[in-house]
């Protein structure tokens, strides 16, 4: 800063809210020291930032010392302060306290918001208190404040947890007779409810019912529920044309829908197109997970099919998928040799493959012949 130049207000709380979102909270308030030294006032926004900050961090109790240090300095807190300290406390789950707040905003003359009823109902629901949330829906509608379709998901959400389907279902003609649109949150968490509650006619109705009447696209995330929900009922058929529909409709598969057909076809013993998918994912650029490969394993070794089992072995370690201690083997024959089999014993340890895979897949990486087989196979 050139001599004689003095800092603004914009460049300081600039500087304070890059230091609070680091969590360099100290930094922070000696910085906000610093400026009123500099005959620089900060403004309860400058506090905000802080306070903002310290709740990220779960600091939440900090935060609320902070707002009554500024209050004693003649700072006012406004909507945003007490947004996000509610906020903090219900993240914390820490009702009682933010309900606190609540009260102490109406004594300060601030009429809480939508934002504010919001983050109430979000706690009360993340708390499964269904009763609550629909008495607080109440209590906001009777204060003159207008919901929106974010309030429309917290209910939607609670409905189901509460497994009161029907009525969940009803809030999407609620949301529209009140000038809005459901989105693609709002059925996301219908069909989440209908599958976690057994309904995935229910669940797949509403999947159709989303794109025809409403006409919004599906996402990865709702893709995702229903593939999850099929395989879990042992369809990997149906599981596999929602997998091709979201990829013709320009949605493409990430590595938890990837997860879940290869789950899917293992569970009904169609090793074939589980270990096809397994390919597939690693082709497309995603990292299975070890539970993942060792399913995978399990099945070939089941079916003895070990030269795609030792493929596989041989796979995770050349994309280094593949314990710490390989990687200190710098001899490149002995890692060859030696890498399979670490993979091996600490696939076993970890429980993601059987004992009786571990032994088949121990011989098998040993086999030169097999190895060889391996190769051309490629």
């Known amino acids: 800063m050139g001599k004689g130049i003095k800092p603004s207000l914009i460049l300081y709380n600039t500087l304070i809210q890059g230091l609070s979102r680091q969590g360099l909270i100290l930094e922070a308030l000696q910085l906000i020291n610093e400026m009123q030294q500099n005959g620089c006032s900060p403004t309860i926004w400058t506090y905000n930032l802080v306070i903002n900050g310290l709740c990220k961090r779960g600091c939440v109790a900090d935060a609320s010392n902070l707002i009554n240090d500024a209050i004693t300095k003649g700072f006012l807190p406004d909507i945003f302060t007490f947004n996000t300290l509610i906020d903090g406390y219900y993240k914390r789950l820490k009702i009682d306290n933010a309900l606190d707040i609540v009260n102490t905003m109406r004594e300060h003359g601030i009429t809480p918001d939508v934002i504010t009823y919001n983050t109430i109902l979000n706690g009360l629901c993340k708390t499964s208190k269904s009763d609550d949330v629909m008495e607080t829906f109440k209590v906001m509608l009777e204060k003159g404040c207008v919901p929106n379709v974010i309030t429309y998901n917290i209910l939607i959400e609670s409905l189901c947890k509460a497994r009161k389907l029907v009525a969940a279902v009803e809030l999407l003609e609620e949301i529209q007779k009140n000038g809005m649109s459901p989105d693609v949150v709002s059925f996301g968490t219908l069909i989440n409810g209908f599958c976690e509650n057994g309904d995935l006619e229910g669940a797949f109705k509403l999947f159709r019912r989303m794109e025809k009447q409403y006409k919004l696209s599906h996402i990865i995330a709702t893709y995702n529920i229903m593939i999850s929900a099929f395989c879990e009922r042992l369809d990997a058929g149906m599981a596999e044309k929602l997998f091709h529909e979201m990829s013709n409709n320009g949605c493409p598969p990430d590595n938890y829908t990837y997860r879940c057909m290869i ?104 086999d030169k012949k097999l190895l060889n087989k391996k190769k051309n196979s490629k």
């Open 263 to 366: 789950d899917g076809f293992c569970k009904v013993g169609n090793v074939d197109s589980g270990y096809g998918f397994l390919l597939d994912s690693i082709k497309n650029g995603f990292t299975p997970s070890l539970t993942t490969f060792g399913r995978v394993l399990n099945c070939l070794c089941m079916k003895h099919r070990l030269r795609e089992a030792v493929y596989i072995i041989h796979l995770m370690v050349q994309k280094g998928i593949v314990p710490e201690v390989v990687n200190s083997i710098v001899d490149s024959d002995k890692r060859g040799v030696a890498a399979p089999k670490i993979v091996v014993e600490d696939l076993l340890k970890k429980s993601h493959i059987t004992y009786y895979a571990y032994e088949l897949l121990y011989e098998a990486i040993r």
